[in-house]
């Protein structure tokens, strides 16, 4: 009697900080800001992009905040990309995929569509792990470098595979987000 009026239950959820990164697509390595990010209460957290919490004296509207994050048990890499003022909440939500499939990245380039891409393939690795269910990849310059110096809008295109099966593979342009995911609408009914 008990088990059929109890609602299956979600597993809690943990987040964990990953990576933070604050700047302009030229700040490059310095952009990494991962140190000092801290959530005294724990989690969820708020992160926000706000030059001062940086060591920045000047304001600067061109600046974004990108923070990546990992939820176990849901084995998802979380993401988000803000503009200066704003703030990030890291926090997991929703329960396991009804069908777990592990992703794999094949390849990844970062570039403009019509001029010069580099390989980012073990970058977006790093990012995603290699037991990840969900993948959020921020697509910023201060991750993957600026390839070439002409202010075209850059484009990361990424080929992964859901437990092997290949998918169709998933594009952002800079300043967004790539997210993959091996939901399929079977699995969603």
Do not use: H
């Not at 809690?12 to 604050?22: E, F, G, H, M, N």
């Not at 990546?68 to 890499?77: K, N």
Request: aromatic residues 6%.
């Amino acid at each position: 009697m008990v088990a059929c009026n109890s609602a299956p239950k979600v597993p809690v959820s943990t987040a964990a900080l990953q990576k933070a990164y604050w700047g302009v697509p030229a700040s490059g390595p310095a952009a990494d800001v991962t140190s000092q990010v801290t959530c005294p209460n724990g989690y969820p957290c708020d992160v926000f992009a706000n030059a001062a919490n940086y060591g920045q004296s000047k304001l600067n509207y061109d600046n974004r905040l990108t923070v990546i994050w990992t939820c176990q048990p849901q084995r998802f890499v979380l993401s988000e990309v803000v503009n200066s003022g704003l703030k990030v909440r890291m926090d997991c939500v929703g329960g396991l995929p009804l069908v777990p499939r592990t992703i794999s990245i094949l390849d990844a380039t970062w570039g403009s569509p019509n001029g010069q891409t580099v390989d980012v393939t073990q970058q977006v690795r790093d990012i995603c792990g290699d037991s990840s269910w969900r993948c959020q990849v921020p697509a910023m310059a201060y991750i993957f470098g600026m390839p070439d110096r002409v202010a075209l809008t850059k484009t990361l295109r990424i080929r992964f595979t859901c437990n092997g099966q290949t998918t169709p593979g998933q594009q952002a342009t800079e300043n967004s987000i790539a997210d993959l995911r091996c939901e399929r609408a079977k699995d969603l009914n």
